[in-house]
């Protein structure tokens, strides 16, 4: 059995449910209270000794880092279905283009959503110097058109199949959303589109 540690409110956790569910992998979960510090206790603290959601723990290992999570949830399954299939002609440059996509997402997007986060919402725990949430946003603003034009000329984020990079990517621009960023209209699109599929966490 695979259990997952998650939030008791929405987190990168959500994002381990839908590939859970995608997936068919039997799980359970353990919800922790963030606003109690309950990532901090001792007990957790022996899963992910950094106190982040979310981890999994399976066959007596523990797991941790969302991405790095739904990849090895995807190689458990016999066919791993959420990448590119090796017996595909063109494996190499589909498998490519996952990986451009999401480390795309992971530099140019996310690390600057973090930022905003900790000014936005953390704002009475650290200084940031003037000028930094704008330079943020910026910096969002140029790699969102790059995003949309993928989405302008496949089905999905990667490519022609559903992959992880959706996973990750409908979770990317739902941050932005909450943080106020406005997103093409393709986008708003693709989110709606992803959030019903059959298997999609409905909590």
């Known amino acids: 059995m695979i259990t997952l540690y998650k939030y008791t409110h929405p987190s990168r956790a959500e994002t381990v449910v839908w590939a859970l569910q995608e997936l068919g992998l039997e799980y359970e979960t353990k919800e922790l209270d963030g606003h109690k510090f309950e990532q901090r206790h001792p007990d957790f603290l022996a899963i992910n000794p950094f106190g982040k959601i979310p981890a999994i723990t399976h066959n007596g290992k523990n797991f941790t880092e969302s991405l790095a999570i739904i990849e090895y949830l995807n190689d458990l399954h016999p066919d791993s279905p959420l990448t590119p299939s090796q017996d595909d002609n063109n494996y190499a440059e589909k498998n490519y283009k996952l990986r451009q996509v999401i480390s795309f997402g992971m530099?140019?997007?996310?690390?600057?959503?973090?930022?905003?986060?900790?000014?936005?919402?953390?704002?009475?725990?650290?200084?940031?110097?003037?000028?930094?949430?704008?330079?943020?946003?910026?910096?969002?603003?140029?790699?969102?058109?790059?995003?949309?034009?993928?989405?302008?000329?496949?089905?999905?984020?990667?490519?022609?199949?559903?992959?992880?990079?959706?996973?990750?990517?409908?979770?990317?621009?739902?941050?932005?959303?909450?943080?106020?960023?406005?997103?093409?209209e393709s986008a708003k699109a693709y989110v709606k589109r992803l959030s019903a599929r059959e298997h999609f966490p409905k909590k």
């Open 107 to 184: 530099i140019e997007i996310e690390s600057y959503l973090w930022i905003l986060t900790k000014i936005k919402v953390l704002e009475n725990y650290e200084n940031w110097p003037e000028g930094t949430a704008e330079n943020c946003m910026e910096n969002i603003q140029k790699a969102l058109p790059i995003a949309n034009d993928w989405l302008n000329e496949q089905d999905y984020i990667a490519g022609d199949s559903f992959t992880l990079a959706d996973i990750y990517y409908h979770h990317l621009f739902n941050w932005l959303k909450m943080l106020g960023v406005p997103l093409p």
